[in-house]
């Protein structure tokens, strides 16, 4: 069984390396309008440059799962705004995807929470659209759109969560194909469970990513020997190992906020059952320290008796 483990967005190991400089539309409508383009031009360039140190570390380091930032391109879907940001950085784009190949990085988007195909409102179920045509667009211009993943929630109930969970399988039939097939479901720790998160990836035939803090923080009716070979089942068609999100509570009176570090005990079952199943798995840690909370959970696994370290950014228990 292997493990190899991954961060968020942004290594807190690199000085001033944002990968998300932003552009409030405020801002953009206060420029000239002959600085407008260039102000989205030069905050883009800074992202994608920091993105690109961001993969220079992890492959300097071998971690070879990264989770890119959603906030790459500024006011890349706003509706008065929405401009291409392919054509002025191809090269720059093709460049990154080269590194991601190269390197054989696995590399993820994970839009917002307001990307969800659950509301009543038509006006949501579009934007949710072109949120995901947006993060593929990302994927497409590096070229790795067929290797990567776009992970969203289900979203709200909204009063009546048999509802929701039928009108996201009717407003889902709006989003493109192709981006379906790479599209990841994961539990909340609010609402939608991990039996019922699955549920709906059986039924829509989408990969089920899970996560193990909103598991224990929104149990469901199964047990995790009866869900974890379930949830690793949908991962199957995509011939890829099964990602599984990672962090543990802040505080118990604040269970549900992510802590800075992971704690392993708080993993402990997670890793004993996944041990039993001797699956091969990817954690993407959460946790608010990110490449830092990483290492350290790295070097307390592989403290446990039978756990290898094999990498920068692996272990490996027989």
Same mark, same amino acid.
């Given at each position: ?17 944002? =990968? ?10 206060? /420029? !000239? ?8 031009? *030069? ?11 961001? /993969? ?8 070879? %799962?990264?989770?890119? $930032? ?40 994970? !839009? ?7 509301? !009543?409102?038509?006006?949501? *179920? ?38 929701? %969970? ?27 469970? *991990? ?7 059986? /039924? ?6 899970? #996560? ?6 929104? /149990? ?8 974890? =070979? ?17 962090? $543990?509570?802040?505080? =118990? ?9 992971? #704690?392993?005990?708080?993993?402990? =079952? ?5 041990? $039993?199943?001797?699956? #091969? ?29 094999? $990498? ?7």
């Amino acid at each position: 069984m292997r493990i190899r483990f991954g961060y968020v967005s942004q290594s807190m190991s690199l000085w001033d390396a944002s =990968p998300s400089k932003t552009v409030t539309y405020t801002r953009f409508t206060q /420029l !000239p309008a002959e600085e407008r383009m260039e102000k989205l031009l *030069t905050v883009t360039a800074a992202n994608l440059n920091n993105t690109e140190r961001m /993969l220079h570390y992890n492959i300097g380091h071998e971690i070879e %799962l990264y989770r890119f $930032s959603s906030s790459i391109v500024p006011l890349a879907t706003h509706p008065e705004v929405r401009w291409d940001f392919v054509t002025p950085f191809r090269d720059k784009w093709s460049g990154i995807g080269e590194l991601v190949k190269k390197h054989r990085l696995r590399v993820s988007f994970h !839009p917002n929470q307001f990307t969800l195909f659950t509301s !009543p409102r038509e006006d949501v *179920t579009k934007n949710a659209v072109i949120d995901m045509e947006y993060h593929y667009r990302m994927l497409e211009a590096m070229g790795v759109e067929n290797e990567s993943l776009i992970n969203i929630h289900i979203g709200g109930a909204y009063g009546n969560k048999e509802e929701s %969970l039928e009108r996201f399988r009717v407003n889902l039939k709006s989003l493109p194909a192709h981006i379906k097939e790479i599209m990841t479901l994961e539990n909340d720790d609010k609402t939608y469970t *991990t039996d019922e998160t699955l549920n709906i990836c059986q /039924l829509e035939g989408v990969t089920n990513i899970f #996560d193990y803090h909103h598991h224990m923080a929104n /149990l469901g009716e199964g047990s995790l020997e009866q869900l974890l =070979p379930e949830i690793f089942a949908t991962w199957e068609k995509r011939d890829l190992i099964p990602k599984i999100h990672v962090s $543990s509570p802040k505080s =118990p009176s604040a269970f549900r906020s992510h802590a800075d570090y992971v #704690d392993v005990e708080f993993l402990q =079952p997670l890793l004993s059952i996944l041990h $039993s199943l001797k699956q #091969d798995v990817d954690f993407m840690i959460e946790a608010k320290m990110k490449d830092l909370a990483m290492l350290k959970l790295i070097e307390d696994i592989s403290k446990i008796r039978g756990v290898k370290r094999i $990498s920068g950014g692996a272990v490996e228990w027989k």
